[in-house]
């Protein structure tokens, strides 16, 4: 991968749908994955492991992923919290596994139930496993700019887990802007100090919520860093039902709008993805709220 291109990691599935109280059917979750990956999205994080008391919209994991055609070339990821959720993602036929935590504690008690150093426990199995078996693997630091119950977040902690959870063996870590608060100064801390520590560019992920419409702004500057991999969610819906106040994810066709105006290439289709987008805000009953999904690309006259 040259400097010039940007890995696209799509959550729409995952975090786009996770707080959506309506249920959704697995056909138009398979369909809105299949459309993701007809738009040249190469991976697609496409379910959650978890008890399904905890988030009930993502309960059909097993049967999605029993029944996910895969293409070639595409990768498709799942959260998995524990060894109950790996065992479950590998008999659905999984192959790449997320373990999550986060960088302040009031936030990981609510969202798995641990304290930070009891979830680096839980995944040493996990990410054990996964590895035995060849599977790609990535570890979630949330909260990393701001946290819902403690508030401010020291770039100090998010080295600490970030370092934990590399000492596990994950392929790449994704640094979460859980209730997007962070603006690019924050960025350019919290990156530099990762950096600093040791961590290089090419093992990070940036993972941003558009609650105050800072994730572009924030792309920025985690592209001028030499950041080259974000996370972005197709229609731009998103949240986490124990991260209260935060709104969607960085909309991935506002994305890639950005990274065609930068000359950055993606491998994705906007018209094919506006499909998609279009296709979730239809199965979802709400307008298509994003920038881009909104205005389109822009056809030059
Ligand atoms: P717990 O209650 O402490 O655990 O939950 P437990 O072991 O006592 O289990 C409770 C029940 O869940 C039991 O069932 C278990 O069998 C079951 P019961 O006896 O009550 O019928 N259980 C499971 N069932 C299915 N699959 C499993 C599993 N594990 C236990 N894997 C636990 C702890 C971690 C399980 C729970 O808190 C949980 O599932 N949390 C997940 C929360 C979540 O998915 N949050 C959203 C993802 S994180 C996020 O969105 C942020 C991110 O986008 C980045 C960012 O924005 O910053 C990634
Ligand atoms: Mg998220």
């Known amino acids: 991968m040259s400097d010039r291109d940007v890995r696209i990691y799509e959550v729409g599935p995952r975090d786009g749908l996770q707080n959506e109280s309506t249920p959704i059917e697995t056909d138009e979750k398979l369909r809105f994955i299949e459309l993701l990956a007809a738009a040249g999205l190469r991976e697609i994080e496409a379910t959650s492991f978890v008890s399904p008391k905890a988030i009930p919209q993502l309960a059909d994991a097993d049967e999605l992923m029993a029944r996910l055609e895969r293409r070639p070339g595409v990768r498709y990821?799942?959260?998995?919290?524990?060894?109950?959720?790996?065992?479950?993602?590998?008999?659905a036929g999984a192959d790449a596994v997320c373990v999550f935590t986060a960088a302040s504690e009031p936030f990981t008690k609510a969202n798995i139930n641990m304290t930070i150093a009891e979830s680096i426990d839980a995944f040493r199995p996990v990410i054990a496993r996964a590895r035995e078996r060849g599977w790609w693997s990535r570890g979630y630091v949330s909260t990393a700019f701001g946290c819902p119950y403690q508030g401010e977040v020291g770039e100090a902690?998010?080295?600490g887990v970030a370092k934990e959870l590399l000492s596990l063996g994950v392929d790449e870590l994704s640094i979460g802007d859980t209730i997007g608060v962070a603006g690019p100064s924050d960025v350019r801390r919290v990156v530099s100090a990762l950096l600093g520590a040791g961590i290089a560019p090419s093992q990070l992920s940036m993972h941003f919520h558009d609650t105050r419409g800072t994730a572009l702004a924030n792309v920025v500057a985690a592209l001028e860093l030499g950041i080259r991999t974000f996370d972005a969610s197709t229609g731009g819906t998103g949240g986490c039902p124990y991260a209260p106040g935060a709104a969607g994810n960085l909309a991935t066709e506002d994305l890639v709008y950005l990274l065609d105006r930068e000359g950055l290439g993606h491998g994705v289709d906007l018209d094919a993805l506006l499909v998609a987008a279009r296709h979730i805000s239809d199965t979802l009953s709400r307008p298509l709220g994003t920038k881009v999904g909104q205005a389109g690309g822009w056809q030059v006259p």
């Open 77 to 91: 990821p799942v959260l998995v919290p524990n060894e109950r959720g790996l065992e479950r993602a590998e008999a």
């Open 157 to 159: 902690a998010v080295v």
